[in-house]
């Protein structure tokens, strides 16, 4: 299976680390300074074109949320979007990071979707769970 990729003028291909990896690493194309306790929109340039049935997830980078606390606010790019890819990054650390143009910032998660038909209902079906949420199951 083949994913189309279009990259704007300084854009940087996504790539994956390992054959066996979900994600494909998306860079950013410029060097900047995230500061503390703040977030950032960083427009990547890559445009991709989704395999039909699927849509793509943005999702943090283990390293940059667990060695910085940098997080990806997390992102659902449908199947017929084709614009640039925008990522939202969080710093929920005391102290600033700086990006080099490069540098892994998130990555992009294929997965398949269903989208079913919808149907009003005036009362679901009774299972066992109901409506507990919120820690009704327990620690």
């Not at 991709?48 to 943005?58: A, M, N, R, S, Y």
């Not at 990806?72 to 925008?86: C, S």
């Not at 700086?98 to 079913?116: C, E, N, S």
Request: glycine share 10%; with cysteine.
């Amino acid at each position: 299976m083949k994913m189309k990729v279009k990259l704007d003028e300084h854009a940087i291909m996504p790539t994956r680390a390992h054959d066996t990896d979900a994600g494909l690493d998306i860079m950013t194309p410029f060097a900047f300074q995230l500061s503390a306790w703040s977030t950032s929109v960083i427009h990547t340039g890559v445009h991709v074109e989704l395999p039909p049935g699927t849509c793509g997830i943005l999702k943090s980078k283990s390293g940059l949320n667990v060695k910085h606390t940098i997080s990806t606010v997390d992102g659902v790019i449908d199947e017929g979007y084709t614009g640039e890819i925008a990522v939202r990054i969080q710093n929920t650390s005391p102290e600033g990071h700086h990006f080099l143009r490069g540098d892994k910032i998130t990555q992009l998660v294929i997965v398949p979707y269903i989208a079913p038909d919808l149907e009003l209902v005036y009362k679901l079906c009774d299972t066992d769970r109901g409506d507990n949420g919120f820690g009704s199951t327990g620690r």
